[in-house]
């Protein structure tokens, strides 16, 4: 089992940049995938952004143009550039790692956009 976590979060004005990172315990070479989700009150946690072992990315529609996931094997770390951020971009932020045995997830970090 891998702890994951997350770091980053906080208050900025809409049109404003966060870069949320996400620190593993151990080496994320092995991961099939490594993302970025978010869940906001009363909702459903969603993909934001995901990249594969081969580095291919994948990121929700809502984000596209603005977030950018990226990755440091010699860190274990991911990370989640986020820019031009908008209110509705308000959410608890989870980092989430898949191998072919299990699904680990990081404790959340908050960002709250204001406009």
């Known amino acids: 089992q891998v702890q994951l976590v997350e770091s980053g979060g906080g208050l900025v004005q809409a049109g404003g940049s966060l870069r949320l990172s996400c620190a593993a315990s151990?080496?994320?070479?092995?991961?099939?995938?490594m993302g970025w989700y978010r869940q906001s009150p009363g909702k459903q946690r969603d993909m934001v952004a995901a990249?594969?072992?081969?580095?291919?990315?994948n990121y929700a529609d809502s984000v596209k143009g603005r977030f950018t996931i990226s990755r440091d094997f010699a860190k274990n770390t991911v990370y989640l550039q986020m820019s031009s951020l908008k209110p509705e971009d308000t959410a608890v932020y989870y980092c989430?790692?898949?191998?072919?045995?299990?699904?680990?997830w990081g404790q959340g970090t908050q960002v709250a956009v204001s406009s």
């Open positions: 990249i594969s072992h081969s580095g291919r990315t």
């Open positions: 151990r080496s994320i070479f092995s991961f099939v995938t």
């Open positions: 989430n790692a898949d191998s072919a045995a299990s699904t680990s």
